[in-house]
């Protein structure tokens, strides 16, 4: 019996608590209206009324008070201007691990997508460049360098005769 009663007043209490924040809610809603519809827009002291409103609801919830005296301190940012020690240059060998796509170019050409579905083992595609021009040095695709084609140890290499646009 006496559970009962404990749980209808603990459901009465939680009523009386639901009804005051709907109450204050819509004071709250009632507020920010009522200054619109008067200046146009939202006053200063209706944002402050607001966060009044809003901290009292926060205490009441949270069974703490806020404490006035703790202003929050702007943020400060270090002086991003370049000092003595970043100003000397580092090494080159920190980019040593980067990986960056090389490709070499022979030469190309255009095919009509019939010629390229024939293609078989064999077959023979002529290039825009003769034998012996040199051949075009790409780094994420970007032309870097112009060289020879070698052949040592039986395998392609190239010589860089001239760098371009370095």
Do not use: H, W, Y
């Not at 819509?26 to 200063?44: F, P």
């Not at 060289?147 to 290499?157: A, R, S, T």
């Amino acid at each position: 019996m006496s559970d009962q009663n404990n749980e209808s007043s603990e459901a009465d209490a939680n009523e009386e608590v639901a009804a005051e924040e709907n109450v204050a809610s819509d004071d709250q809603a009632n507020t920010a209206n009522d200054s619109s519809q008067e200046g146009g827009g939202v006053q200063t002291a209706d944002i402050e009324k607001l966060l009044d409103q809003a901290t009292e609801s926060l205490e009441q919830a949270t069974g703490k008070t806020a404490s006035a005296e703790t202003n929050p301190t702007p943020f400060d940012l270090n002086d991003l201007a370049p000092t003595e020690a970043s100003a000397e240059r580092q090494p080159i060998d920190l980019l040593g691990e980067v990986e960056m796509d090389l490709r070499i170019e022979l030469g190309r050409t255009q095919m009509c997508l019939d010629e390229v579905l024939q293609l078989r083992g064999g077959s023979v595609v002529a290039l825009d460049k003769l034998a012996g021009d040199p051949v075009d040095v790409f780094v994420n695709g970007r032309l870097i360098a112009r060289g020879e084609v070698l052949v040592m140890n039986d395998n392609f290499c190239i010589r860089v005769t001239e760098l371009v646009g370095v």
